[in-house]
């Protein structure tokens, strides 16, 4: 993704701080003196209306005019109402990048800072000067020798890119890294990002090859919630990334979505589908930072832990397990060699290994290297109370010579104060992982595990890709639309059991009355025992019931029999309704027949809509008598079945059909099929606001949905995560044989085919594609290439059924990645060798180029090696323009798509 004009923020040639003096309370002042001391090796200069001569000792000037060059980057701690008149000016004189660490532009609230914020976007917009701020602390890039903060100190280079809303704890954060000795890439705060937002900065650090992880600070999502997973799925794809996310107490909180039990989950529903790991505390924080710092990537969830006692050892043990963490397996070998180092222990040859308090350094470092050895092993915790037969700095200089000569992680906790303190600097300076109790060890290790976890449901390989119901799926639009005509905000219950009907949800065979005759005559046609259910826009909205699930009682008249008692039970329930609701209230009646035995499970399946990440899947305990919202998993659509299966594993109604289920399998499979045709349903019917399937049985037959309700809105819903474009695909013939075809989109699905298709290439087609020769992808790269973030990138492939029948394959494919303004889209075409002639060249560039036409970028480019005449000669032919670029010896070849229709994009075209 292009983030090039973010490199005016980053590496500028030159700065001019705004609203700079020597006074002791200006903050210009201040970045002037941090640009200073941390050796920015480019232009200073300071602006300020009073005429200083200088600012510790850099040149000052009253005004933009007066400035001798324009600076790559303007700083600006000028009073909030000169702000946008500074801007103005700036962007009038082509400065391109702003920096404003002015105080109270976005105070929540404030109509005149409201105000002021406004007016500063209104006078950047024109000009397409790029601001960062307001109320933000700065930034400090040590690469770049550049402290353009108020950061108190500065801070030392490192490998974790830090990026926060809130400055103060930005400050706390260095200081605290500070004294641990930790380095940062990059570390700033951007406030309310404006401009220059979350989304924005986290792509740019994600490029940087001196960043290997990303540490976030926010209160709340600002902007649009698909921008921002978007860039958290990319970034986690490569690099660790941590999220805190804390409360804002100056927003007021909305209610939450109906089905949910608090804002919480539903973020750490986001976050866990992004690929990314949640802290909840500032200490976590803090423990992650020292992880981020110190660990290597784990190879595997299985921990040894390592003690002179068995108190600590507890200690950690209990916490690892109640987290779900996995205490590794020692080998028969590893057992033996422990023994031998400790004759007369009364260790029982299990993990936790107790050395008991005569521990001495040289056997703490001994029983360290023989455990890391072990394959079962995936990292050790060295827990350490100090004594005399075993001082904590002559412990910690023993097993820093082991973890040094180690590929796999070692952690290690110094408990105490007094001597641990100088323990834990050696291992800050041998760059190890140290921790002050075991059960803070424990949870940064287990967020190094969670990550883990996250990935690898990102990058599971989804089941075979079944079609859908096409003709039903366009049917139950109908239903939704009939019903926002009719200005409803709900679906009936027959409408809501035709539309679970069409997306092939089993549901229970259901008469409907309009009055108590009609309800007794449904039942005698039924002859058996039945339910009888009163109907009323209350019941018709999903969710809709109080924290002991008592008002979805009030409706039913379960296992009635006789004809009296339907009479009766029916009265009671009009009568109910009426008096809840007045006597035009009712809709009905619903009757079905009980349904008994197959010791059924009672399951709650659907969606809501969050106003932050739009709609949300539900998944959990069911039943008109439980406390549904006590197991509530959620996951952000759209979702595949392996995302499912995760879903319902991860869900209590797991552990219980793991004891009780005959087929578990069978029964996990079902209860995930449901869940992506919900899925499928969000996509396909944007109006849909909320449903809720309660209860939806499982048994030994299989499922059926009981009770549902439905509501609608006249706005549609927007996903957080791109969904699959599949009104993109399209049929066509190939040019020479005649074969029948698909282009379409590609999919997760289609990475078993992908392989296939890399593996039939030839060595020089590898290199024309990737400008070197390279092996056979790996898995994650597959996962990377198939499972697509579609605002982000897009591939189209054409496949065809194989010749001998066994199912489709791949025949060729051209990605186009695009940047985030929409402007440049580069593209890679790439087609069977065997294929050639077949007219598929054309096919997929000609696609590609109607849909980043239609998409509204402005210019397609891609470039090829000058070896590659056929892929010259087809640019050419569909309308590029060719180029030599000497400096990278390769062709360029671009085609400009739309015009820009903005000042700000054509300089950025022009760039």
Same mark, same amino acid.
């Given at each position: 993704?292009?983030?090039?004009?973010?490199?005016? $923020?980053?590496?500028?040639?030159?700065?001019?701080?705004?609203?700079?003096?020597?006074?002791? @309370?200006?903050?210009?002042?201040?970045?002037?003196?941090?640009?200073?001391?941390?050796? $920015?090796?480019?232009?200073?200069?300071?602006?300020?209306?009073?005429?200083?001569?200088?600012?510790?000792?850099?040149?000052?000037?009253?005004?933009?005019?007066?400035?001798?060059?324009?600076?790559?980057?303007?700083?600006?701690?000028?009073?909030?109402?000169?702000?946008?008149?500074?801007?103005?000016?700036?962007?009038?004189?082509?400065?391109?990048?702003?920096?404003?660490?002015?105080?109270?532009?976005?105070? %929540?609230?404030? &109509?005149?800072? @409201?105000?002021?914020?406004?007016?500063?976007?209104?006078? %950047?917009?024109?000009?397409?000067?790029?601001?960062?701020?307001?109320?933000?602390?700065?930034?400090?890039?040590?690469?770049?020798?550049?402290?353009?903060?108020?950061?108190?100190?500065?801070?030392?280079?490192?490998?974790?890119?830090?990026?926060?809303?809130?400055?103060?704890?930005?400050?706390?954060?260095?200081?605290?890294? %500070?004294?641990?000795?930790?380095?940062?890439?990059? $570390?700033?705060?951007?406030?309310?990002?404006?401009?220059?937002?979350?989304?924005?900065?986290?792509?740019?650090?994600?490029?940087?090859?001196?960043?290997?992880?990303?540490?976030?600070?926010?209160?709340?999502?600002?902007?649009?919630? *698909?921008?921002?997973?978007?860039?958290?799925?990319?970034?986690?794809?490569?690099?660790?990334?941590?999220?805190?996310?804390?409360?804002?107490?100056?927003?007021?909180?909305?209610?939450?979505?109906?089905?949910?039990?608090?804002?919480?989950?539903?973020?750490?529903?986001?976050? #866990?589908?992004?690929?990314?790991? *949640?802290?909840?505390?500032?200490?976590?924080?803090?423990?992650?930072?020292?992880?981020?710092?110190?660990?290597?990537?784990?190879?595997?969830?299985?921990?040894?832990?390592?003690?002179?006692?068995?108190?600590?050892?507890?200690?950690?043990?209990?916490?690892?397990?109640?987290?779900?963490?996995?205490?590794?397996?020692?080998?028969?070998?590893?057992?033996?060699?422990?023994?031998?180092?400790?004759?007369?222990?009364?260790?029982?040859?299990?993990?936790?290994?107790?050395?008991?308090?005569?521990?001495?350094?040289?056997?703490?470092?001994?029983?360290?290297?023989?455990?890391?050895?072990?394959?079962?092993?995936?990292?050790?915790?060295?827990?350490?109370?100090?004594?005399?037969?075993?001082?904590?700095?002559?412990?910690?200089?023993?097993?820093?010579?082991?973890?040094?000569?180690?590929?796999?992680?070692?952690?290690?906790?110094?408990?105490?104060?007094?001597?641990?303190?100088?323990?834990?600097?050696?291992?800050?300076?041998?760059?190890?992982?140290?921790?002050?109790?075991? @059960?803070?060890?424990?949870?940064?290790?287990?967020?190094?595990?969670?990550?883990?976890?996250?990935?690898?449901?990102?990058?599971?390989?989804?089941?075979?890709?079944?079609?859908?119901?096409?003709?039903?799926?366009?049917?139950?639009?109908?239903?939704?639309?009939?019903?926002?005509?009719?200005?409803?905000?709900?679906?009936?219950?027959?409408?809501?059991?035709?539309?679970?009907?069409?997306?092939?949800?089993?549901?229970?065979?259901?008469?409907?009355?309009?009055?108590?005759?009609?309800?007794?005559?449904?039942?005698?046609?039924?002859?058996?025992?039945?339910?009888?259910?009163?109907?009323?826009?209350?019941?018709?909205?999903?969710?809709?019931?109080?924290?002991?699930?008592?008002?979805?009682?009030?409706?039913?008249?379960?296992?009635?029999?006789?004809?009296?008692?339907?009479?009766?039970?029916?009265?009671?329930?009009?009568?109910?309704?009426?008096?809840?609701?007045?006597?035009?209230?009712?809709?009905?009646?619903?009757?079905?027949?009980?349904?008994?035995?197959?010791?059924?499970?009672?399951?709650?399946?659907?969606?809501?809509?969050?106003?932050?990440?739009?709609?949300?899947?539900?998944?959990?305990?069911?039943?008109?008598?439980?406390?549904?919202?006590?197991?509530?998993?959620?996951?952000?659509?759209?979702?595949?079945?392996?995302?499912?299966?995760?879903?319902?594993?991860?869900?209590?109604?797991?552990?219980?059909?793991?004891?009780?289920?005959?087929?578990?399998?069978?029964?996990?499979?079902?209860?995930?099929?449901?869940?992506?045709?919900?899925?499928?349903?969000?996509?396909?019917?944007?109006?849909?606001?909320?449903?809720?399937?309660?209860?939806?049985?499982?048994?030994?037959?299989?499922?059926?949905?009981?009770?549902?309700?439905?509501?609608?809105?006249?706005?549609?819903?927007?996903?957080?995560?791109?969904?699959?474009?599949?009104?993109?695909?399209?049929?066509?013939?190939?040019?020479?044989?005649?074969?029948?075809?698909?282009?379409?989109?590609?999919?997760?699905?289609?990475?078993?085919?992908?392989? %296939?298709?890399?593996?039939?290439?030839?060595?020089?087609?590898?290199?024309? #594609?990737?400008?070197?020769?390279?092996?056979?992808?790996?898995?994650?790269?597959?996962?990377?290439?198939?499972?697509?973030?579609?605002?982000?990138?897009?591939?189209?492939?054409?496949?065809?059924? *194989?010749?001998?029948?066994?199912?489709?394959?791949?025949?060729?494919?051209? &990605?186009?990645?695009?940047?985030?303004?929409?402007?440049?889209?580069?593209?890679?075409?790439?087609? &069977?060798?065997?294929?050639?002639?077949?007219?598929?060249?054309?096919?997929?560039?000609?696609?590609?180029?109607?849909?980043?036409?239609?998409?509204?970028?402005?210019?397609?480019?891609?470039?090829?090696?000058?070896?590659?005449?056929?892929?010259?000669?087809?640019?050419?032919?569909?309308?590029?323009?060719?180029?030599?670029?000497?400096?990278?010896?390769?062709?360029?070849?671009?085609?400009?798509?739309?015009?820009?229709?903005?000042?700000?994009?054509?300089?950025?075209?022009?760039?």
């Amino acid at each position: 993704m292009s983030t090039k004009y973010l490199k005016r $923020f980053f590496k500028p040639r030159s700065i001019a701080v705004f609203g700079a003096s020597e006074k002791a @309370e200006s903050m210009g002042g201040i970045v002037i003196q941090n640009l200073i001391d941390s050796n $920015f090796p480019g232009t200073l200069m300071a602006v300020n209306p009073e005429g200083y001569d200088a600012v510790y000792g850099v040149s000052c000037y009253r005004g933009v005019a007066e400035l001798p060059e324009m600076p790559d980057l303007a700083i600006i701690c000028a009073p909030p109402e000169a702000v946008a008149d500074i801007v103005r000016k700036l962007g009038a004189n082509l400065v391109k990048a702003a920096l404003i660490l002015t105080g109270g532009l976005s105070l %929540a609230g404030s &109509r005149s800072a @409201e105000a002021l914020a406004e007016e500063v976007k209104e006078a %950047a917009r024109p000009y397409g000067i790029r601001i960062m701020g307001p109320d933000c602390m700065g930034m400090l890039v040590p690469g770049s020798n550049m402290n353009a903060s108020y950061s108190h100190i500065n801070i030392t280079k490192g490998k974790v890119a830090y990026i926060g809303q809130s400055g103060l704890l930005g400050t706390a954060m260095i200081d605290w890294a %500070a004294g641990q000795g930790i380095g940062f890439s990059h $570390f700033l705060t951007l406030g309310e990002g404006g401009d220059v937002d979350l989304p924005s900065v986290i792509d740019y650090v994600a490029q940087d090859p001196y960043t290997h992880s990303i540490l976030l600070q926010i209160d709340h999502v600002i902007g649009s919630s *698909r921008n921002f997973i978007s860039a958290l799925r990319a970034a986690s794809r490569n690099k660790l990334v941590l999220v805190l996310k804390s409360d804002d107490v100056t927003v007021a909180k909305p209610a939450p979505a109906p089905g949910i039990p608090d804002e919480n989950t539903v973020y750490n529903a986001a976050l #866990r589908r992004a690929g990314v790991v *949640r802290v909840t505390t500032s200490d976590e924080l803090f423990h992650a930072l020292e992880t981020l710092s110190r660990m290597k990537p784990l190879r595997g969830e299985r921990i040894a832990l390592l003690c002179n006692g068995s108190g600590p050892n507890a200690l950690a043990t209990d916490r690892l397990i109640r987290q779900g963490g996995q205490l590794a397996p020692l080998s028969e070998a590893t057992v033996a060699a422990l023994r031998e180092i400790m004759p007369n222990s009364n260790w029982n040859g299990l993990n936790p290994v107790d050395l008991n308090a005569d521990a001495t350094p040289e056997r703490f470092a001994q029983a360290a290297a023989i455990l890391i050895k072990d394959k079962a092993v995936d990292a050790v915790l060295s827990i350490h109370a100090p004594t005399r037969l075993a001082p904590s700095v002559e412990t910690a200089d023993a097993l820093v010579a082991v973890a040094r000569k180690s590929p796999r992680n070692f952690l290690t906790c110094w408990m105490g104060r007094a001597t641990a303190i100088d323990a834990r600097n050696h291992c800050n300076n041998a760059n190890i992982a140290t921790f002050i109790t075991p @059960e803070e060890a424990v949870d940064a290790f287990l967020h190094m595990v969670d990550y883990r976890k996250n990935q690898e449901v990102m990058r599971q390989t989804p089941a075979t890709y079944i079609e859908q119901n096409t003709p039903n799926h366009l049917s139950s639009r109908q239903i939704v639309t009939q019903a926002l005509d009719d200005k409803r905000n709900y679906l009936t219950h027959r409408e809501v059991f035709d539309l679970l009907d069409q997306y092939d949800i089993p549901v229970q065979p259901t008469r409907y009355a309009a009055d108590i005759d009609s309800v007794v005559q449904c039942a005698e046609d039924i002859g058996e025992a039945v339910a009888i259910k009163a109907l009323h826009q209350e019941n018709a909205q999903p969710f809709n019931y109080d924290e002991k699930s008592g008002q979805r009682w009030h409706d039913l008249a379960l296992d009635i029999f006789s004809r009296d008692e339907v009479r009766h039970a029916a009265t009671r329930l009009a009568y109910r309704v009426s008096e809840r609701f007045g006597d035009d209230a009712s809709m009905g009646f619903c009757i079905q027949q009980m349904k008994r035995g197959f010791q059924s499970m009672q399951v709650n399946v659907g969606f809501t809509r969050d106003r932050t990440f739009g709609p949300l899947l539900v998944f959990g305990a069911g039943g008109y008598t439980v406390d549904v919202l006590a197991d509530r998993k959620l996951m952000l659509p759209p979702i595949n079945m392996a995302l499912a299966r995760e879903m319902v594993k991860g869900s209590r109604i797991y552990r219980i059909l793991m004891e009780h289920s005959y087929q578990l399998e069978r029964d996990v499979d079902q209860l995930s099929e449901v869940i992506v045709k919900l899925s499928e349903m969000i996509v396909d019917l944007p109006h849909l606001e909320s449903l809720e399937i309660n209860p939806l049985l499982l048994n030994k037959q299989g499922i059926l949905a009981v009770d549902a309700a439905v509501s609608i809105s006249p706005e549609p819903s927007r996903l957080a995560i791109s969904p699959y474009p599949g009104d993109l695909a399209e049929n066509i013939t190939l040019k020479r044989s005649g074969r029948p075809a698909v282009i379409r989109p590609i999919r997760g699905e289609d990475e078993p085919n992908h392989l %296939a298709f890399y593996n039939q290439l030839s060595p020089e087609s590898i290199r024309m #594609r990737y400008f070197y020769s390279r092996g056979v992808p790996t898995h994650q790269e597959l996962a990377s290439w198939t499972q697509i973030d579609y605002d982000r990138e897009m591939a189209f492939i054409v496949s065809a059924p *194989r010749l001998d029948g066994k199912g489709p394959e791949t025949l060729g494919v051209v &990605r186009a990645v695009t940047d985030p303004d929409n402007i440049r889209s580069e593209f890679s075409v790439v087609i &069977r060798d065997d294929l050639q002639g077949e007219g598929l060249g054309v096919i997929l560039m000609s696609k590609v180029v109607a849909y980043c036409k239609a998409r509204g970028t402005l210019m397609i480019e891609g470039s090829t090696l000058p070896s590659n005449k056929g892929m010259q000669g087809l640019a050419q032919k569909l309308g590029f323009k060719n180029s030599f670029n000497m400096e990278e010896e390769v062709v360029e070849m671009k085609m400009l798509l739309n015009e820009p229709t903005e000042d700000w994009q054509i300089t950025r075209l022009q760039s």
